[in-house]
């Protein structure tokens, strides 16, 4: 029974929806307690109240799409920055709201996912506290230099993100190097068994999913391969090895596979057939391309014994799928070696069985 997937974005849905929502009961706090000192309430004020409270629920209630936007969160700075306008208007003291904007600034700014982003966020609220400090007539007061202030506080900041999206980016090429050195062969350069098993994989799953999608494994075994490695050398024979897998390549379309399965076998992923002619013209391709001689420091050639199997065999794992593609190799071989043959299912597996 395959277990549900995880949704990644949850927890940072989550912790987003949770700082908008304190956030806004900060607001409405502070909003609330400075009203208080002014009973009753005025009309305009129960009006910023009820609108703060739909800002509060919000949050609460839009879809988890939206809450890293940002246009969604500058949305709401860009209402409680509104907010602090109005009731700096009416207060005789700037200071708290100082605070209320630095504050503002910082929860806002610190969770902005990218640099352009922070700026973006951090230049409406700098905007909009330059604008009250215009509308109060404070612009030639000590205060401007909050202004300042909180740009320098979104330059530090955006410097800080840079700093550490350039570290996770470091450390993801590291991995995907680590990654990439593990599943490369490293004699040929081409995927080793284990990526190509993972490709053979999300091709099955892919079928799975469209029926229509079909594939074909080809597995070669090189003809004349040990006598020329054990005359010549291993090194004659490594460059053998090299060179025929740059002839398999070429003989592929783009997006189709080339493996190193090990020693002197190969592996081809070919994708979208329609049938096992497509799977066969590869097949023959090959063939033709290996009877071209090889210069090792004099010239030899290898031929290929290969067997096909196709994605119709329906198989749930890719290690049965080149099962079936080894045991019809083993069939090529037995009957003389340099031709191809296609997969039977009952006859190959046989075959595979009395191998081991």
């Known amino acids: ?125 700098a905007g909009l506290y330059a604008l009250s400090l215009y509308r109060l007539g404070l612009f030639g007061t000590d205060h401007v230099f909050l202004l300042l202030v909180l740009l320098c506080v979104s330059l530090a900041l955006a410097g800080k993100a840079r700093i550490v999206q350039a570290e996770i980016e470091r450390i993801t090429e590291t991995d995907e190097q680590t990654r990439c050195r593990m599943m490369t062969d490293v004699l040929t350069g081409l995927p080793n068994r284990a990526q190509f098993l993972e490709q053979v994989a999300r091709a099955i799953q892919c079928g799975r999913a469209d029926a229509d999608i079909q594939f074909a494994i080809l597995f070669i075994d090189l003809d004349g391969f040990k006598p020329i490695n054990a005359r010549l050398g291993h090194k004659a024979g490594d460059a053998v090895l090299r060179h025929t897998a740059k002839r398999f390549q070429a003989c592929m379309r783009k997006g189709d596979t080339v493996g190193r399965y090990g020693g002197d076998e190969f592996t081809l992923l070919v994708h979208h057939v329609t049938g096992p002619g497509d799977a066969i013209r590869v097949a023959e391709r090959v063939l033709a391309k290996l009877k071209e001689p090889i210069d090792v420091g004099e010239p030899v050639m290898v031929g290929a014994s290969i067997g096909i199997a196709l994605s119709t065999n329906l198989h749930e794992r890719p290690e049965d799928m080149i099962r079936d593609a080894d045991g019809a190799m083993y069939r090529a071989k037995a009957q003389g070696k340099n031709q191809y043959v296609v997969s039977d299912q009952a006859r190959d597996k046989r075959v595979v069985q009395a191998k081991w």
């Open 1 to 125: 029974m395959m277990q549900p997937r995880r949704n990644p974005q949850f927890p940072e849905t989550t912790r987003a929806r949770v700082y908008l929502v304190m956030l806004q009961l900060l607001f409405v706090a502070i909003l609330a307690v400075q009203f208080l000192r002014t009973l009753p309430f005025t009309q305009l004020q129960g009006i910023l109240l009820g609108v703060l409270a739909i800002l509060m629920v919000t949050p609460l209630t839009a879809p988890r799409r939206l809450l890293t936007t940002t246009w969604f969160i500058a949305f709401v700075s860009l209402c409680d920055s509104t907010m602090l306008l109005h009731t700096m208007q009416h207060m005789s003291t700037i200071e708290p709201w100082i605070m209320c904007e630095f504050l503002l600034l910082i929860v806002t700014v610190s969770y902005a996912p990218s640099v352009p982003k922070i700026v973006v966020l951090s230049g409406l609220v």
